[in-house]
């Protein structure tokens, strides 16, 4: 798809479904794709098989789900398939299922599902199943919290619509935080001011734990650092002419790069070995757990 062909974006999230129907970027980055999905509706403990290419022994991936072993199977074909080969890859990908010791598999393609056919392959076999098809992931890919997965896999920027939703979901993640923090000091004020005996803390002392604004200047510092490493991805991609963004809204990131440079210097901010890539995600992920989010709540 040309940059012009790009450009002309569809409304009312039929982009990303064309998009995604019409999948050309080959198999691990489906894989990939599949396995952020999957950790965004609750699955955990994702192993991927072998992205790119190999013997997988029936499963592009082993997780868990609701404390059980799952495999999952990823279809995402150029086009939109016969529900007849929909469903023969399905039933192969469920043999997997019982090699491997599991209680269920995640189905995640770009396909075309009806309803009386989701039924179908839901019933076809004797385990848990959950299909992640072509609406299904649309609408995942088309909320606030997967807008940087969007542009990652489908090229597809915020319109100014979207802008205005993420924002929105951003004041209320902060007005959580603040919520959890006020719960958090009335307590420890609480416990302080009483004169019941003192809880066992171990070998510390209250005073010598972390404060709570430790953990948000922490918070606030990883996530800079994380947003600034994927903006240098962004950019690089803006100056190859692979993608295009908002004049106004490339100003404004511009700007807060810069910041982030004068706040830290260049030699903290990168690059940064795999190691600590994940060990930079990590931090973020425990801290934002503190503050009350969901494990695995990445987004900058």
């Not at 396909?111 to 299909?131: T, W």
């Not at 001011?193 to 010598?208: A, L, M, N, Q, V």
Request: glycine share 8%; aromatic share 8%; hydrophobic share 40%.
């Amino acid at each position: 798809m040309s940059d012009r062909e790009k450009s002309m974006r569809r409304m009312e999230g039929t982009e990303t479904w064309h998009r995604l129907l019409e999948w050309d970027l080959g198999s691990a980055a489906s894989e990939r794709l599949a396995g952020i999905i999957l950790a965004h509706e609750g699955f955990r403990d994702i192993d991927p098989s072998h992205p790119m290419g190999g013997k997988d022994g029936l499963k592009d991936r082993v997780l868990t789900h609701n404390g059980r072993r799952w495999v999952a199977a990823v279809y995402f074909p150029r086009g939109q398939k016969a529900f007849s080969d929909i469903k023969k890859k399905f039933i192969h990908d469920c043999e997997g299922v019982v090699k491997n010791n599991a209680g269920g598999i995640a189905f995640v393609t770009n396909q075309e599902i009806k309803l009386s056919e989701r039924k179908e392959l839901a019933e076809e076999q004797n385990v848990d199943v959950q299909l992640f098809h072509l609406e299904r992931i649309c609408l995942l890919l088309n909320t606030p919290s997967l807008y940087g997965v969007r542009l990652e896999f489908l090229g597809i920027d915020m319109s100014k619509e979207e802008q205005l939703s993420f924002f929105a979901e951003h004041d209320s993640r902060i007005a959580k935080i603040e919520g959890v923090l006020s719960r958090l000091t009335f307590r420890i004020e609480d416990m302080l001011d009483s004169d019941c005996e003192e809880p066992d803390f171990g070998s510390k002392r209250i005073d010598e734990y972390r404060s709570i604004n430790d953990i948000l200047q922490a918070e606030q510092e990883f996530m800079e650092k994380i947003w600034f490493d994927r903006h240098l991805s962004l950019r690089h991609r803006v100056v190859q002419g692979i993608e295009i963004v908002d004049p106004t809204i490339w100003e404004g990131a511009l700007s807060s790069a810069k910041s982030i440079v004068e706040k830290y210097g260049e030699d903290d901010l990168g690059p940064y070995s795999d190691f600590e890539w994940g060990m930079l995600n990590g931090k973020l992920s425990a801290l934002r757990w503190i503050l009350g989010d969901e494990w695995d709540m990445l987004d900058t």
